[in-house]
C-alpha cells in the first residue's frame, strides 16, 4: 500500500488567497484526522472523520477553516481566506477501527503551507 | 487544559546508552498509549503502545512502562543507536477510541 497521500507537499500563497489540502487515506481506512502542527501549539487535532462523516470538528480553528470527504478515498481542508498565522505543517492521517485496540494512526508526509 | 504532557522538549544520548522518554497526562479515562516517531519531513509513525490494563510492553530495543497512579508513562531504548534520532511523541486515547491526544514531543539525539 502506497500509505497515506497528500497534496501538495509545498504551498505558498499570499494572504487572502484560498488554499486547499488533499488527502488520500489508506485504503479500507474508516477513520480520517487532519492535524496541524506548530511550533508554539505543537500537533493539534482539527478535525475527524469516521465512515466519511465528520465527527469531531471541535479542533477546527475558525470559520475560515473546513473540511469535506466526499468519498472513502479523499478528503480536503480548505481554508478561505488564509492568513500568515495559518503557516504550518498540516497532517493528514487515517486509521482502521478494530485493526489494533490502540487504534495507531497512519500519517501522510504533511503539506508546508506559507502564507506571506 | 493539556492532557499529555511531554516536560522534556530535547534529550541527548549516547550511542549504546540508553534513552528515557517520558510523558504525563491527566485524564484518568484513556485507554491506550501510543509512542510515535517523527523524522523531519515526514509525518510521525507508530512505534509502540501500552493498555491501562497493563504495566510494561516491549517491543525490541524498545519498551514502555505505564504507572496509572501517578498518571506516568515512560519509553525506554536500549541501546540507542544514532538512526533513533528524531522527535518522540506521546499520545492517549480514551472511550472516544477514534481520537488520540497528542503531547508536544521530545526531541533526542543519540550521538555517536
Known amino acids: 500500500d502506497a500509505g497515506v497521500i497528500q497534496s501538495p507537499r509545498h504551498e505558498v500563497t499570499e494572504m487572502g488567497q484560498e488554499v486547499t489540502l488533499r488527502c488520500k487515506p489508506i485504503?479500507?481506512?474508516?477513520?480520517l484526522f487532519w492535524y496541524r502542527q506548530t511550533m508554539m501549539r505543537g500537533l493539534e487535532l482539527l478535525i475527524y472523520?469516521?465512515?466519511?462523516?465528520?465527527?469531531?470538528d471541535s479542533g477546527m480553528p475558525e470559520d475560515r477553516f473546513s473540511a469535506k470527504m466526499p468519498n472513502a478515498s479523499f478528503s480536503t481542508l480548505k481554508i478561505q481566506p488564509s492568513e500568515p498565522r495559518d503557516s504550518a505543517v498540516y497532517f493528514c492521517?487515517?486509521?482502521?477501527?478494530?485493526?489494533?485496540?490502540?487504534?495507531?494512526?497512519?500519517f501522510g508526509p504533511g503539506t508546508r503551507l506559507t502564507v506571506t | 487544559d493539556q492532557q499529555v504532557k511531554q516536560n522534556s522538549p530535547s534529550l541527548s544520548v549516547q550511542e549504546g546508552r540508553i534513552s528515557i522518554l517520558n510523558c504525563d497526562y491527566t485524564?484518568?479515562?484513556?485507554?491506550?498509549f501510543l509512542w510515535y516517531k517523527k523524522y523531519p519531513a515526514e509525518g510521525p509513525t507508530f512505534l509502540i503502545s501500552?493498555?491501562?490494563?497493563?504495566d510494561k510492553n516491549e517491543d525490541g530495543r524498545f519498551t514502555v512502562f505505564l504507572n496509572k497512579s501517578a498518571k506516568h508513562l515512560s519509553l525506554h531504548i536500549v541501546p540507542s543507536q544514532p538512526g533513533d534520532s528524531a522527535v518522540y511523541f506521546c499520545?492517549?486515547?480514551?472511550?472516544?477510541?477514534?481520537?488520540?491526544?497528542f503531547g508536544d514531543g521530545t526531541t533526542l539525539t543519540v550521538k555517536p
Open positions: 492521517a487515517s486509521s482502521l477501527s478494530g485493526l489494533t485496540p490502540s487504534w495507531e494512526q497512519y
Open positions: 485504503s479500507g481506512h474508516d477513520y
Open positions: 472523520f469516521n465512515n466519511n462523516v465528520p465527527i469531531d
Open positions: 485524564n484518568s479515562m484513556f485507554d491506550y
Open positions: 501500552i493498555s491501562s490494563i497493563k
Open positions: 499520545a492517549a486515547s480514551g472511550w472516544d477510541a477514534g481520537k488520540s491526544t
